[in-house]
């Protein structure tokens, strides 16, 4: 059962453009990070969010937990080809016999070409 | 230093056979975890590991076994592969759990023919 749901699947920007990625669940997570994977590699955390409503800046990346916190977007400002990968959300789910472990979605496949 | 290291980096079984993925790592966490990572499906827990000599199962375990004999290292073993086994295996590791970020290899990309 995948906890996390990610959408778009896939998402191809020209460089330049804004993009945003949402992580969105049913379930309430005490905690949430972003990963981001390139081709070969394993995921490198991003960010972490514990607060809800809380709002994260990392340079171009905007990252924001619900209020709720069952769901959590990632806003690039100006993509650059740079920003390329597979970016994936995690959640711990620290209200149940899963705490602890994280729960990961299915990824967001992000291409900016030049 | 190396961080987290996963050797080896390929293999191609045939359906049967056995083998062991070794994990190390090198920052002293107590914490290590296997996944394994399938398109479509993100990254999902086969088992896990909360300090040296003890290990517990996560959301996909049937079919591997797991041994943390030492801090530094976490064993994978598949007694038996499987086709539905073909997959690529990271293991990572954390100084703790829930917020605590998870420090991942550079992966293992098995096939089982």
């Known amino acids: 059962t995948q906890l996390l749901e990610q959408s778009p699947q896939f998402l191809s920007i020209q460089e330049g453009e804004n993009l945003t990625v949402y992580c969105n669940s049913s379930?309430?997570?005490?905690?949430l990070q972003w990963y981001r994977q390139e081709p070969g590699e394993g995921p490198v955390l991003l960010v972490t969010?514990?607060?809800?409503?809380e709002v994260k800046k990392l340079k171009r990346l905007t990252f924001q937990f619900g209020d709720a916190r069952k769901d959590s977007s990632l806003h690039i400002t100006a993509a650059q080809p740079g920003d390329t990968g597979l970016y994936l959300c995690?959640?711990?789910?620290?209200?149940?016999?899963?705490?602890?472990?994280?729960?990961f979605g299915a990824g967001t496949q992000v291409v900016v070409t030049p | 230093n190396a961080g987290v290291t996963q050797t080896p980096k390929f293999r191609v079984l045939k359906t049967g056979q056995s083998m062991t993925l070794l994990c190390a790592q090198d920052?002293?966490?107590?914490?290590m975890y296997w996944y394994r990572q399938d398109p479509g499906m993100g990254l999902r827990l086969i088992h896990y590991?909360?300090?040296?000599?003890?290990?517990a199962k996560g959301e996909v375990p049937d079919g591997y076994n797991v041994s943390r004999l030492k801090k530094q290292n976490f064993l994978l073993g598949l007694e038996s592969a499987a086709p539905s086994q073909t997959s690529v295996y990271f293991c990572?590791?954390?100084?703790?759990?829930?917020?605590?970020?998870?420090?991942f290899g550079p992966g293992t990309r098995l096939t089982v023919t």
């Open positions: 969010v514990v607060t809800g409503g």
């Open positions: 379930s309430v997570f005490s905690s």
């Open positions: 995690a959640g711990d789910n620290g209200y149940s016999d899963s705490w602890g472990k994280l729960q």
């Open positions: 920052m002293n966490h107590e914490y």
């Open positions: 990572a590791s954390s100084p703790g759990q829930g917020f605590y970020e998870q420090y």
């Open positions: 590991s909360v300090g040296e000599g003890t290990t």
